[in-house]
Nanobody, 118 residues
Framework: QVQLVESGGGLVQAGESLRLSCAAS????????VGWYRQAPGKERELVTR??????FYADSVKGRFTISTDNAKNTLYLQMNSLKPEDTAVYYC?????????????WGQGTQVTVSS
């Protein structure tokens, strides 16, 4: 089991920055991927950014503005969000994928609200 606890969301104005954190604990072994997703009201959850086997993916909508990073010593995943836009408003979820190819497990944080006012 992996437990993920998020923090760092809030209300900001357009153009400002926020940093989200996701602290992981438990059986953190054989990590396949870590990432951030978001879900805006009335929309499906979408992938924002992900690190998978050393490769980093960013959604086109956040490229150049968001940065994903990890602190392995602290078992913490970060999402630095700069130049925020109102369309970035959503609940943000961190995600860990662990295990073998035959037995992958998916874990989610509780979600943190990010609201960007215009």
């Amino acid at each position: 089991q992996v437990q993920l606890v998020e923090s760092g969301g809030g209300l900001v104005q357009a153009g400002e920055s926020l940093r989200l954190s996701c602290a992981a604990s438990g059986s953190i072994r054989n990590i396949n991927a870590v990432g951030w997703y978001r879900q805006a009201p009335g929309k499906e959850r979408e992938l924002v950014t992900r690190i998978s086997y050393g490769s980093i993916f960013y959604a086109d909508s956040v490229k150049g503005r968001f940065t994903i990073s990890t602190d392995n010593a602290k078992n913490t995943l970060y999402l630095q969000m700069n130049s925020l836009k109102p369309e970035d408003t959503a609940v943000y979820y961190c995600n860990y994928v662990v295990g073998s190819l035959q037995n992958r497990e998916y874990y989610w944080g509780q979600g943190t609200q990010v609201t960007v006012s215009s």
